[in-house]
């Protein structure tokens, strides 16, 4: 098999996975959005400020690890932008959270990425 070959396979293998999850969280979204539409209406309603502060610390967790990621990089020599980065630490998150193999997982993933 050649290099062209495996590097075609590893992206079919990549959609392939990728679409499957996205296509079980959909197919589960839709099972259950009346639970989902109540719990999110009544997140709103009763608790607005609540629900703004957790999406406000949600996202920094993201931004704030990405920012420590470009920071343990550079030492390295490895200049990389801000989205490039966020695209990779996202990449790298999924495989952690959604993989087989946990934490390690996903830091593996994004320094294959990075290594290449």
């Known amino acids: ?7 075609l396979l590893f992206i079919l293998a990549k959609i392939v996975v990728g679409g499957g999850l996205i296509v079980l969280v959909g197919k589960t979204l839709i099972e259950r959005w009346t639970d989902v539409k ?3 209406s009544d997140a709103l309603h009763q ?12 996202v920094g967790v993201y931004v ?3 920012v420590r990621w470009i920071i343990l990089l ?8 801000f989205w490039a980065a966020t695209k990779l630490w996202f990449i790298g998150h999924f495989f952690a ?10 830091d593996l993933v994004k320094s294959y990425y990075i290594a290449t």
Do not use: C, D, W
């Not at 098999?1 to 590097?7: A, D, G, I, L, S």
């Not at 608790?47 to 949600?58: A, I, K, Q, T, Y």
């Not at 959270?97 to 996903?106: D, E, K, L, N």
């Open 1 to 7: 098999m050649t290099k062209t070959q495996k590097r």
């Open 38 to 40: 109540g719990t999110i």
């Open 47 to 58: 608790h607005p400020e609540l629900l703004l502060l957790g999406l406000m610390v949600f």
């Open 64 to 66: 704030l690890g990405n």
């Open 74 to 81: 550079r030492p390295h020599g490895v200049g990389i932008s």
């Open 97 to 106: 959270q959604y993989m087989p193999g946990g934490i390690a997982g996903g």
